[in-house]
């Protein structure tokens, strides 16, 4: 079984959890690197087994990853799908990315929009060129949090430049705090020549889909 970089095991876990079903996804190495488990969070419109062969083909044909099906294991939650729902989806857009920067400092602004709603999100730091990146995704989702009306929820845990397909992509892991639990998303998009808006859209597909969850509360 191929041994997997950081860059591609983010890479892994951005394609399983584009799988029609899946929620989430997380991938756990062993200590040579290795794909060892596979966790995922579904809904309940797709049976356990028609996932898992969509898996097991995800793999074989994108990392050449033959997998023991032993090793995927899913959680099916009633009413978690996010495909062929009639409720209405929030998605927020970007309209407006910020940075200014004044001596070591950067202040960042990410301006979104929900339906006829606009809010914004701000966040400050070193001006390094991670953490300019780290900066952006933190101020997205203060953002969501001021539409919320809720605090504390999403911790950006980090954001990663890699290359799919050839392309520049920002790849954004995001954790969020439910009571005592703890999930895990995964969001990425292509650069296409804007680094900071893509390191936006990244951040928005990695907890889109449990914003509604989080309105509902």
């Known amino acids: 079984m191929a041994v997997l970089s950081k860059e591609q095991l983010a890479e892994l876990e951005v394609l399983l959890g584009r799988i029609k079903g899946v929620n989430a996804a997380r991938v756990v190495l062993d200590a040579e690197g290795k794909v060892d488990e596979i966790h995922l969070l579904a809904g309940s419109s797709r049976s356990p087994k028609q996932i898992v062969r969509d898996v097991e083909s995800a793999l074989l044909a994108s990392f050449n990853i033959a997998i023991d099906h032993k090793k995927i294991s899913i959680a099916q939650v009633e009413g978690g799908d996010t495909e062929d729902d009639s409720r209405e989806e929030i998605r927020p857009q970007v309209a407006k990315v910020d940075m200014a920067l004044e001596q070591s400092i950067v202040r960042v602004n990410v301006e979104l929009t929900i339906g006829e709603s606009k809010i914004s999100g701000t966040a400050e730091g070193p001006a390094t060129s991670q953490n300019r990146k780290r900066l952006l995704a933190i101020a997205t989702v203060c953002a969501v949090e001021n539409f919320l009306n809720k605090n504390g929820i999403f911790v950006v845990e980090d954001v990663q430049e890699l290359y799919i397909s050839g392309k520049k992509a920002m790849v954004v892991a995001v954790a969020a705090i439910l009571g005592r639990e703890e999930e895990n998303y995964l969001g990425a998009a292509y650069a296409n020549g ?12 990695a907890i889109n889909r449990r914003l509604r969850f989080f309105v509902e509360k």
């Open 194 to 205: 804007d680094e900071r808006e893509a390191v936006v859209k990244a951040t928005l597909a």
